[in-house]
DNA sequence: CTGATCTCAGGCTAACTGAGATTA
DNA sequence: CTAATCTCAGTTCGCCTGAGATCA
């Protein structure tokens, strides 16, 4: 994108004015939330992923490998990474394939399940996740461009609607450490 | 995706764990920020567009009919809808293709700027996006499956967040009609 | 001439459907 | 047998780069 000229008001302000203005009033809001989530996360992944693209990686691929890299022995069948990521079946084999032409992780037969198969980080994916991160942390994460207390409020608010949505079960505010 | 089975724990909440055990502790809330928005993002895109299914639309079609058909005369050039809808030019030409193919969209002359394109809502094409905006606005607008007051929170600090991001000038709150 | 506007060719990612092989 | 797991083939979508035609 040739780095777009800010318009000069909110897209968004204008089309919820237009929805109350032809009696969708009970739905403006909605309309407003879904589509100022839309744009947000359009301008954080272009952040991510201009972050890193000179690791040769996309945000779904780093997901891989950070999800491994957490993992106990660095290892999980694909259809536990599926359900973690919640990505399509088809398209784990496809990122893990990517991955594994590129020497970040590998495929080993599951020990008792004839039918799985487990993916495991190498070490040179272990190095590629630890650089990738470290440049997202100082690039992306520390600095997001929205006011800590701000940023605070939408986690918490998100993860009541991600729990709603039947992402996962309890509880939103997760059990800190001490 | 074969409908996911819930996880027994927020996996975003478990990630911003490791952030603070791994001693990124001022990168730990940013992550779970912009990890949140994408998943926030999956979740109600997916819903849209399985509302926008039946009227063989995706969002961005949808998006694109919606802002013509609040344009005066219904049309716009094609590099202001591209400024409008923030998407690259490329991307309108095959948007306006699939919708112009579907007789929702014309291509027509621009009066004075013979570069220019303009891209007009035909009367097939008003119809299917009233059609389909009632649908969104009950099926998905009207019950996002946030609070109210938490939906009106994440829309204010998202317009700061897109305003400061370069979206659009001022101000974030909109002049409200009346 | 320069710069804006649009289209086309072509690569890449990822989602999806549907089918099939293998094994619990 | 049924169900789970994974892969493959093929389609669609949208993003992107780079190049070219047209015109202000």
Redesign the interface.
């Known amino acids: ?2 780095s ?15 929805w ?2 032809h009696g ?1 009033s ?9 589509t ?10 272009a952040s ?1 992923e201009s972050v890193l693209k000179p690791f040769g990686l996309t ?1 779904a691929r780093y997901e891989m490998l ?1 999800l491994l890299s ?1 993992a106990r022995d660095g290892s999980l069948p694909m259809a536990a990474a599926s ?2 990521l ?1 990505v ?2 088809t398209s784990v084999t496809s990122i893990v394939d990517r991955l594994e032409r590129d020497g970040l992780v590998r495929r080993a037969a599951h020990p008792t399940d004839g039918r799985a198969t487990l993916v495991e980080v190498t070490s040179a994916g272990r190095a590629s996740v630890d650089e990738a ?1 470290a440049a ?3 690039q ?9 207390e ?6 918490r ?18 059990p ?2 001490l």
């Open positions: 994108m040739p777009a000229t800010p318009l000069p008001w909110d897209p968004i302000a204008e089309a919820h004015r237009h109350k203005e969708w009970t739905a403006a809001d909605g309309m407003a939330l879904v100022s989530v839309m744009r947000a996360q359009q301008i954080m992944l991510v945000f950070r957490f359900a973690r919640q399509h079946p991160t997202l942390n100082t992306c994460f520390v600095d997001t461009g929205m006011a800590p701000d940023a605070t409020d939408v986690i608010i998100l993860a009541t609607f991600r729990r709603d949505a039947g992402d996962f079960i309890e509880p939103v505010a997760p800190e450490p």
